[in-house]
């Protein structure tokens, strides 16, 4: 990629102060895993090669939400004009209930689609949830292709490292520094087992993680997200983590990505462990349980959503937003305009649909999925 169209994500970096990176020191080495940072900035690269280029969506599970259908109404009562798609997460007023998903960073193209995706963001006046910053922690150089906020003043941003990473070494430093050094309004941490599981040198030791969790989240001044990456969040793992103090919960179901099926076509270009690739927990169960036992916590719907008609039914069964990614990369790559085109469908799609059930407002559409 030529350094001009590492330009095009447009705009110069902000010159504000960052913190100070927390570099490891002898006894802090651990943190690290296994992966030395030029290894891991190869696998993010591979991994947009990957989802741009192979089949890594499941083929024998949906999203689940053909299983529910919105009730049509031919006299909604509603002007579709005055369909307020407005809602607010985590104390920022967006203009749709959508979050533009968690995709990449680290490298020069990782750096273009997150600015491109944030420009976006910020027209469209919704959020925007930024990949993993592992890399950022530990190869400092990286922190500038997750820097977005110069382009995206005003949107909601959030953060993203692994779980894994506590159980590693990773502490309070590196959560703050993961926020204030991008400016992010709040941060999601990310358990996907299943990934790391099927990853040559992924990190498997969740021993002890929601101790963990319970003893870092609460002292956190922002609000942190606990998300899947598109095997689902089951509602036994939420009642475990409810003590812990989140503020949020993506359910990130089956249906969509699998990340599985990523990691393997990552490592060998092959399916190695076909039925690991298979597995999770459809986005519309997932979502259903997840509302069940935490009916007071925003919940964000993500996995396989691909229509404003299943956004409208996720609404429906519980979620205050939905989330998309892969479909996003292409247009990210493509400039701004590609994904605020994309995005503006799908929003469009979603207003009709709350029109065409007679609701008026995100709020109203609750409980109207049969």
Request: aromatic share 6%; no cysteine; proline share 5%.
């Given at each position: 990629?030529?350094?001009?169209?590492?330009?095009?994500?447009?705009?110069?970096?902000?010159t504000g102060t960052t913190p100070a990176v927390p570099h490891a020191t002898s006894a802090d080495k651990r943190m690290i895993g296994d992966d030395p940072p030029d290894v891991i900035a190869h696998r993010k690269l591979r991994h947009v090669d990957v989802c741009l280029t192979m089949d890594v969506g499941y083929t024998t599970l949906t999203n689940g939400f053909e299983r529910h259908r919105l009730p049509y109404t031919a006299l909604p009562e509603v002007d579709l004009r005055a369909v307020d798609l407005s809602t607010e997460l985590f104390g920022k007023r967006l203009r749709a209930p959508f979050l533009i998903g968690a995709m990449t960073g680290g490298s020069r193209l990782a750096r273009l689609v997150n600015r491109n995706?944030?420009?976006?963001?910020?027209?469209?006046?919704?959020?925007?949830?930024?990949?993993?910053?592992?890399?950022?922690?530990?190869?400092?150089?990286?922190?500038?292709?997750?820097?977005?906020?110069?382009?995206?003043?005003?949107?909601?941003?959030?953060?993203?490292?692994?779980?894994?990473?506590?159980?590693?070494?990773?502490?309070?430093?590196?959560?703050?520094?993961?926020v204030e050094a991008i400016e992010a309004d709040g941060l999601a941490i990310h358990a996907n087992p299943l990934q790391e599981a099927v990853q040559p040198t992924g990190n498997t030791d969740f021993a002890g993680l929601v101790a963990r969790l319970a003893e870092l989240v609460p002292d956190l001044p922002f609000p942190v997200v606990l998300k899947e990456v598109g095997h689902g969040l089951a509602a036994d793992v939420?009642?475990?983590?409810?003590?812990?103090?989140?503020?949020?919960?993506?359910?990130?179901?089956?249906g969509g990505t699998s990340?599985?099926?990523?990691?393997?076509?990552?490592?060998?270009?092959?399916?190695?462990?076909?039925?690991?690739?298979?597995?999770?927990?459809?986005?519309?169960?997932?979502?259903?349980?997840?509302?069940?036992?935490?009916?007071?916590?925003?919940?964000?719907?993500?996995?396989?959503?691909?229509?404003?008609?299943?956004?409208a039914k996720a609404l429906a069964l519980g979620a205050d937003v939905v989330a998309v990614a892969r479909?996003?990369?292409?247009?990210?790559?493509?400039?701004?305009?590609?994904?605020?085109?994309?995005?503006?469908?799908?929003?469009e799609e979603l207003r009709i649909a709350l029109f065409c059930t007679g609701s008026a407002t995100v709020a109203e559409v609750r409980g109207r999925c049969i």
């Open positions: 990629m030529s350094e001009a169209d590492d330009r095009a994500g447009g705009g110069r970096m902000g995706l944030a420009i976006a963001a910020q027209h469209l006046g919704v959020g925007l949830m930024l990949g993993s910053q592992r890399i950022m922690i530990e190869q400092p150089d990286a922190v500038a292709t997750f820097q977005v906020r110069d382009v995206a003043p005003d949107a909601l941003v959030l953060g993203n490292l692994g779980v894994a990473q506590l159980g590693l070494g990773y502490g309070r430093r590196e959560l703050l520094y993961a939420i009642r475990r983590v409810a003590h812990v103090g989140f503020a949020g919960l993506d359910v990130a179901g089956a990340w599985s099926k990523v990691e393997q076509l990552t490592a060998t270009g092959e399916i190695t462990y076909p039925h690991l690739a298979e597995w999770g927990i459809p986005t519309a169960e997932a979502l259903v349980a997840a509302r069940a036992v935490a009916p007071h916590t925003p919940i964000v719907a993500s996995g396989g959503i691909r229509t404003g008609v299943e956004a479909p996003l990369l292409e247009p990210a790559i493509t400039s701004p305009d590609a994904v605020v085109a994309w995005v503006e469908r799908f929003v």
